[in-house]
């Protein structure tokens, strides 16, 4: 298959293409960031520009478009509402306005935090409620891909792997900071179900071969607080766990909201016979890709 992954240098996306190029023919799409000899071929483009979008899909020939890119960055969606709307809604919507003309199919990608996450254990009918400026784009760009693209795959997620920066994820926070032996909060407030980026790839191209559609929640079973996340951490890696201090989320001192409880349901996701793996699963493969040295290899694209 030919498959165009937008985002190709963030986390998710840099991930996606590495493990999906040992299978597909992969292009990866950049912006300001580059990548030095990845293996995959690399295109670069701005896709908030409507030319370079069609260039982009003309060079490409995609079969199947992932779109990861986005401003993920919650506290500078707060403080850039207008670049966060245009790059987080419009974006995605011109996307896929583009894909169903082309017959490309579809996979945009989306956050838990969509979620207030005052209740927990949501399902895909349950009505999303935004805290942040972040999550109110991303809502608003599921609604523009919805009305766009009704065969397109919108996937709410939540996942944690090794980044360009070697600091983007939950994980690297807490396998950074405990290798150098320095204390770090975890929030016991905060819950959620991350899967390993790998597990999230390949669940996502399970929901392809099952030509799945529409909005799915695509996360791990297996909820756990931030709390627990780090300590998890700790243990599968020989660490200290008595490093990470238990802490409430209102005493993190962060400019924009977050959502306490963002379990989601994915009993929509098992009715397709889709199951992500749960937490020990998951670990297992990051370290396993640790002890490979997936976060140098990783870093070297970065130069
Ligand atoms: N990280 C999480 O824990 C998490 C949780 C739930 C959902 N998500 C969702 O998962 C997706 C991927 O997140 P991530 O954490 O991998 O993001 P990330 O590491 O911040 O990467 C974002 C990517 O988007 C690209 N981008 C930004 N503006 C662009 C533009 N105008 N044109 C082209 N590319 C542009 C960036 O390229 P440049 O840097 O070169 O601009 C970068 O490659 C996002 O949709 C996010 O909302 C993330």
Redesign the pocket.
């Known amino acids: 298959m030919r498959i165009l992954v937008?985002?190709?240098?963030?986390?998710?996306?840099l991930n996606l293409c590495l493990h999906l190029a040992e299978a597909h023919r992969v292009f990866g799409?950049?912006?300001?960031?580059k990548l030095i000899d990845p293996p995959f071929q690399t295109l670069v483009?701005?896709?908030?520009n409507d030319r370079s979008l069609e260039s982009l899909l003309k060079k490409s020939r995609p079969d199947l478009l992932i779109h990861?890119?986005?401003?993920?960055?919650v506290d500078a969606c707060e403080s850039h509402p207008e670049e966060a709307h245009r790059?987080n809604a419009d974006m995605p919507g011109n996307l896929a306005d583009l894909c169903k003309k082309k017959g490309i199919r579809f996979i945009h990608?989306s956050?838990?935090?969509v979620f207030d996450g005052k209740m927990g254990d949501y399902s895909e009918e349950d009505t999303p409620n935004p805290l942040s400026i972040y999550a109110r784009t991303?809502l608003e760009g599921e609604h523009l891909v919805a009305a766009e693209y009704s065969c397109a795959i919108i996937a709410r997620?939540?996942?944690y792997g090794y980044?360009l920066s070697g600091k983007?994820?939950l994980s690297e926070f807490f396998l950074n900071n405990l290798k150098s032996g320095k204390s770090v909060n975890g929030f016991v407030d905060v819950m959620f179900c991350p899967l390993y980026v790998t597990d999230l790839v390949d669940t996502l191209m399970a929901m392809v071969v099952k030509e799945l559609e529409g909005l799915y929640h695509v996360v791990s079973p297996e909820s756990l607080s931030k709390y627990a996340f780090g300590v998890k951490i700790a243990e599968k890696f020989g660490l200290d766990k008595n490093l990470i201090q238990p802490k409430s989320v209102t005493e993190g001192g962060l400019l924009a909201a977050r959502s306490p409880r963002l379990t989601l349901k994915i009993d929509k996701l098992k009715e397709a016979e889709i199951t992500p793996p749960g937490q020990s699963e998951c670990l297992e493969h990051f370290q396993t890709h640790y002890v490979e040295k997936l976060p140098e290899k990783i870093k070297a694209f970065a130069g």
């Open positions: 937008t985002g190709a240098s963030g986390l998710l996306g799409a950049l912006h300001s960031q483009s701005d896709l908030s990861c890119a986005a401003m993920a960055n790059i990608i956050t838990d935090a991303k997620v939540n996942f980044s983007r994820s």
